[in-house]
C-alpha cells in the first residue's frame, strides 16, 4: 500500500518551468517503478514521463522529450517531473502513479500501474 500526492501544479506562461513533486508515504518507494501521466479533457491518460526503481532508467513521450526531466530521490520517496519550455499544450492535470515491481524498467502502460495520486493542474498559458 503506498499514498501518492502531487504538489507543485499552477498557471505559467509559454516558455516558463515548472517542477512537479510527488510525495509517496506507506510501502518504500524503492520497490517501484515510477510514472507521470496526463490528461486533458476529452482526452486519455498518457504516459508523460517513466522511471525504473533504480532511477537509472528512463522513458518520455516523444511530446515532451528534451523539454521534461522525470527523476526519483528514493531517500525522500519523492519523484519529480522538472518541465521546461511549457507549451499550451501541455496544459493537463498531472498525475503520478506507482507499479511495485521486481524488474527495473519503467512502465508505460496506464495499467499496469498499482497506485495513483489526486493529480495537480498544469495550465500554460499562450
Given at each position: 500500500?503506498?499514498?501518492?500526492?502531487?504538489?507543485?501544479?499552477?498557471?505559467?506562461?509559454?516558455?516558463?518551468?515548472?517542477?512537479?513533486?510527488?510525495?509517496?508515504?506507506?510501502?518504500?518507494s524503492?520497490?517501484?517503478?515510477?510514472?507521470?501521466?496526463?490528461?486533458?479533457?476529452?482526452?486519455?491518460?498518457?504516459?508523460?514521463?517513466?522511471?525504473?526503481?533504480?532511477?537509472?532508467?528512463?522513458?518520455?513521450?516523444?511530446?515532451?522529450?528534451?523539454?521534461?526531466?522525470?527523476?526519483?530521490?528514493n531517500?525522500?520517496?519523492?519523484?519529480?517531473?522538472?518541465?521546461?519550455?511549457?507549451?499550451?499544450?501541455?496544459?493537463?492535470?498531472?498525475?503520478?502513479?506507482?507499479?511495485?515491481?521486481?524488474?527495473?524498467?519503467?512502465?508505460?502502460?496506464?495499467?499496469?500501474?498499482?497506485?495513483?495520486g489526486?493529480?495537480?493542474?498544469?495550465?500554460?498559458?499562450?
Amino acid at each position: 500500500q503506498v499514498q501518492l500526492v502531487e504538489s507543485g501544479g499552477g498557471l505559467v506562461q509559454a516558455g516558463g518551468s515548472l517542477r512537479l513533486s510527488c510525495a509517496a508515504s506507506g510501502r518504500t518507494s524503492s520497490s517501484y517503478a515510477m510514472g507521470w501521466f496526463r490528461q486533458a479533457p476529452g482526452k486519455e491518460r498518457d504516459v508523460v514521463a517513466a522511471i525504473s526503481r533504480n532511477g537509472d532508467i528512463t522513458y518520455y513521450a516523444d511530446s515532451v522529450k528534451g523539454r521534461f526531466t522525470i527523476s526519483r530521490d528514493n531517500a525522500k520517496n519523492t519523484v519529480y517531473l522538472q518541465m521546461n519550455s511549457l507549451e499550451p499544450e501541455d496544459t493537463a492535470v498531472y498525475y503520478c502513479a506507482a507499479d511495485w515491481t521486481y524488474a527495473n524498467s519503467p512502465t508505460l502502460e496506464r495499467v499496469r500501474y498499482d497506485y495513483w495520486g489526486q493529480g495537480t493542474q498544469v495550465t500554460v498559458s499562450s
